[in-house]
């Protein structure tokens, strides 16, 4: 099991320095014990103007099948000779992924304290793995690796037996990486792909896989194309793992979109306490009130934008009124504990059929929303920045458009007769606005005129006679026909046929 990694320089910035880089010292060669063999680095040439390095693994069959049994390909037990008469000596498997990642670990972490602006810096490389599985042929291994940034990606199949032409071509490439890449970016691409290309592993994949698949693919997975391919197959078809790992890569890639950091996307459950306002009393009377607006609006497809832990689903599930259930949040922690809350996993099968829970941003379009009764965006908008909010009402009102929508927000007016808030704070503190009742009115009108929809407005909770209700709510119901925008639009209609 073979590959090498070249690169080339000049008398002032020498390749040599690929020596450095790797850890591993250009005039020597050395030789490191692995679980399953041992791993050699030497180094067939090595100038200032062109450099090579080769990691060799020796694998020991008969160790590889005494660490676990029935582990990957050679395991099955009505194939007793094929666990020690394999490919597994000669072709790129988990196995050198596994000694890529032991005998470069530095390499991998881009870490360098002798030459750290090199580490920091696109080299011009060339890889080389000279017998790689391909479980779905050449073209699979340039989708793969050509979103990566290569400048060429050739893939050679190679034949069954040259002297038999007629035999056609083994599911094995000779594969051939060039292109200017950071060192540490490179290695950690050929360590996810190599058993992805594989699709096999010779040990059994645990949890912690998920951290080490997102910790190496850090930069490129989250956008790539193949997304989906590549962490099913590094997790062994896992399916729990996969979609744990499919949800934390959407948080990565909504963060990255918004130039954010995962953790103020990610920010829907507080981590001391619940997210319900005080008392609890007034969050209940929120949902009876979302309750008796939806069973007004007669709605049976319902879907609960920005549903953080799941209150509302399950004040939904409850009513058999409430055929199809979603909740969306960009939160897959919140979505994680909404899950819980509702026991998914011991729900019978008709009742789990009522309700799913999807990880997605109202700041963009999402052709999953479409086609519903009524959306509720309790206590929601609030949390969104006044910049992004016309982002959110084009995606609810503009793109999804279901019949009824229903928004809840605070009434900033009603916080002076909270006797634990200070004086001018706001109730949450990732909120971005709280509105008084002229604001929010002038907002759902101009909202319900310029797409097509009526509203009426509900007070939540006691009504002062001086500040009014601490929530208020706007039902927008949806025009037969879009409308043109009016001074003002506050009569509930009826919904459209």
């Not at 040439?45 to 582990?71: I, S």
């Not at 008796?292 to 049976?300: G, P, T, Y």
């Not at 006691?462 to 025009?479: H, I, K, L, R, S």
Request: hydrophobic content about 40%; charged content about 25%; aromatic content about 6%.
């Amino acid at each position: 099991m073979f590959l090498t990694i070249s690169t080339t320089g000049t008398p002032q910035r020498p390749a040599t320095d690929l020596g450095f880089l790797l850890h591993k010292h250009p005039g020597k060669a050395q030789r490191f014990s692995t679980a399953h063999g041992t791993a050699h680095v030497l180094y067939p040439e090595a100038t200032a103007e062109r450099c090579t390095a080769a990691l060799l693994l020796e694998v020991d069959p008969v160790a590889l099948v005494r660490a676990g049994r029935g582990k990957g390909r050679g395991g099955a037990p009505d194939a007793a000779l094929a666990q020690y008469v394999n490919d597994r000596p000669y072709a790129a498997s988990s196995l050198l992924a596994v000694a890529l990642s032991s005998v470069f670990k530095t390499a991998l972490r881009g870490t360098c304290e002798q030459r750290p602006d090199r580490a920091a810096e696109p080299l011009p490389l060339r890889i080389e793995v000279p017998a790689l599985p391909a479980r779905g042929g050449a073209e699979l291994v340039r989708r793969l690796f050509g979103p990566l940034g290569w400048d060429s990606v050739t893939a050679e199949p190679v034949p069954l037996d040259a002297a038999f032409p007629e035999w056609g071509d083994s599911r094995y490439v000779r594969l051939v990486l060039e292109g200017e890449l950071r060192l540490s970016e490179a290695l950690r691409q050929l360590y996810v792909l190599l058993p992805v290309l594989d699709d096999a592993k010779h040990y059994w994949v645990a949890p912690d896989e998920v951290d080490k698949l997102l910790r190496a693919g850090d930069g490129w997975l989250a956008g790539h194309p193949e997304q989906k391919l590549i962490t099913s197959r590094y997790l062994s078809r896992r399916w729990g793992l996969t979609r744990q790992a499919m949800e934390r890569l959407e948080l990565v890639r909504l963060a990255e979109a918004d130039d954010l950091e995962v953790e103020d996307v990610d920010n829907a459950v507080d981590e001391t306490t619940d997210t319900e306002e005080r008392p609890v009393p007034l969050a209940e009377q929120r949902r009876e009130a979302i309750l008796a607006a939806l069973r007004a609006a007669e709605a049976s497809r319902v879907l609960d934008l920005g549903c953080g832990q799941g209150q509302l689903v399950q004040a939904l599930l409850k009513d058999a009124r409430f055929t199809e259930i979603v909740g969306l949040d960009v939160s897959a922690r919140a979505l994680a504990v909404a899950a819980r809350r509702l026991r998914l996993e011991r729900m019978g099968e008709r009742q789990a059929g009522r309700v799913k829970l999807m990880q997605g941003s109202l700041a963009y379009t999402d052709k999953r929303l479409t086609g519903y009764d009524a959306a509720v965006l309790s206590e929601v908008i609030e949390h969104v920045d006044l910049e992004r909010l016309p982002a959110l009402e084009y995606a609810v009102f503009g793109s999804a458009r279901p019949r009824t929508v229903l928004v809840t927000t605070p009434n900033v007016e009603y916080n002076v007769r909270w006797e634990s808030l200070p004086a001018g704070h706001v109730r949450h503190g990732d909120h971005r606005f709280e509105w008084n009742r002229e604001e929010f009115r002038a907002w759902a009108d101009r909202v319900a005129g310029q797409y097509g929809y009526g509203v009426a407005f509900t007070p939540v909770g006691p009504d002062d006679p001086e500040v009014g209700p601490p929530t208020q709510m706007a039902v927008f119901t949806q025009n037969a026909a879009p409308a043109a925008p009016a001074t003002t639009t506050t009569t509930k209609e009826e919904p459209a046929a």
